[in-house]
Nanobody
Framework: VRLVESGGGSVQAGGSLRLSCTASGSISVIYLMGWYRQAPGNERELVAAFSREASTNYADSVKGRFTISGDIAKNAVYLQMNSLKPEDTAVYYC??????????????WGQGTQVTVSS
């Protein structure tokens, strides 16, 4: 199983970016897909998550600015980031809770994509 992210980049404060993540491989079921981020010197933190049942969960720091959406059937999740702030600068990682066709279930991570917001 592989997660591939795209859409990171550099933007000025107040700008927008859209991240995409697609899972591929021997996938049977995707239970949850989400985005985490890690800034230098900080721990990795949850930004937003999207479940198979289409429920969503957001970190308080991004509520009202970020929107997660996805199509589990297409093995894809997206993160629309608006009103970006310098403190949103981090490497953003896609994460997915996947059961493989072998029956084995575990969490998978993408390689990360850099988001840089300048003031």
């Amino acid at each position: 199983v592989r997660l591939v992210e795209s859409g990171g980049g550099s933007v000025q404060a107040g700008g927008s970016l859209r991240l995409s993540c697609t899972a591929s491989g021997s996938i049977s079921v995707i239970y949850l897909m989400g985005w985490y981020r890690q800034a230098p010197g900080n721990e990795r933190e949850l930004v937003a998550a999207f479940s198979r049942e289409a429920s969503t969960n957001y970190a308080d720091s991004v509520k009202g600015r970020f929107t997660i959406s996805g199509d589990i059937a297409k093995n894809a999740v997206y993160l629309q980031m608006n009103s970006l702030k310098p403190e949103d600068t981090a490497v953003y990682y896609c994460n997915a809770d996947i059961r493989r066709t072998s029956g084995f279930r575990r969490s998978y991570w993408g390689q990360g994509t850099q988001v840089t917001v300048s003031s």
